[in-house]
């Protein structure tokens, strides 16, 4: 499966983004699905993920309350990653990846996008 990543931008402090993850190749549906992140000169780090069924997510400590996690398993097989009251902590490449399982570490992900950049101005 391919993924691609879009929605990132630059946007002020106390703004909002919306990501998307679309898939092609094979239905998105039948992975668990996750957000990764990695600022400059740092390691990358979980954001979210969601699971096959959209029935069980997880969240970082980082962006708990403000970042949410969905997903549309019909015609547009996307996951979404809805960002509200951005800080410029928040800007960093963010990474799409599907796998068997939503877990928070990036080795039990199969697939990945090519990232969409978020940066956040104070």
């Known amino acids: 499966v391919q993924l691609q990543a879009s929605g990132g931008g630059l946007v002020q402090a106390g703004g909002s983004l919306r990501l998307s993850c679309a898939a092609s190749?094979?239905?998105?549906?039948?992975?668990?699905t996750g957000w990764f992140r990695q600022a400059p000169g740092k390691e990358r780090q979980f954001a979210a993920t969601i699971s096959r069924n959209g029935g069980y997510t997880v969240y970082a400590d980082s962006v708990k309350g403000r970042f949410t996690i969905s997903r549309d398993n019909n015609a547009n097989n996307t996951v979404y990653l809805q960002m509200n009251s951005l800080k410029p902590e928040d800007t960093a490449v963010y990474y799409c990846a599907a796998g068997s399982g939503a877990t928070t570490t990036p080795s039990t992900y199969i697939y990945w996008g090519q990232g969409t950049l978020v940066t956040v101005s104070s």
């Open positions: 190749g094979r239905t998105l549906s039948t992975y668990a």
